[in-house]
């Protein structure tokens, strides 16, 4: 059974820092493309980060030079670590695996952030 679980959200106040984690079970997680995702009230799902399976990474426009990706594949799990956070970063965050030959795509729950003095 395949199982990504996010960790790490919280409350923060602006221009703090947060680490989130997506920990997971059930797959070869070194062959996955990892991504975070997030979701804002009322607002359509976006792309934060991605990584690659050969460690290759890309970011949204909105979370650049403010927010790293990682991925630890000895123990199966990928982070996002945001610093500078906004108000406007408030958001469910959920880590996406993903491999297109098979074409496999797996959901964690999300961890929600929220970015408020």
């Known amino acids: 059974q395949v199982q990504l679980a996010e960790s790490g959200g919280g409350l923060v106040q602006p221009g703090g820092s947060l680490r989130l984690s997506c920990a997971a079970s059930?797959?070869?997680?070194?062959?996955?493309?990892m991504h975070w995702f997030r979701q804002a009230p009322g607002k359509e799902r976006e792309l934060v980060a991605t990584i690659s399976s050969s460690g290759i990474t890309a970011y949204g426009d909105s979370v650049k030079g403010r927010f790293t990706i990682s991925r630890d594949n000895d123990k199966n799990t990928v982070y996002l670590q945001m610093s500078s956070l906004e108000p406007e970063d408030t958001a469910v965050y959920s880590c996406?695996?993903?491999?297109?030959?098979?074409?496999?795509?797996?959901w964690g729950k999300g961890t929600l952030v929220t970015v408020s003095s």
């Open positions: 059930g797959i070869i997680f070194s062959r996955y493309n």
């Open positions: 996406n695996a993903a491999i297109t030959t098979p074409y496999l795509n797996y």
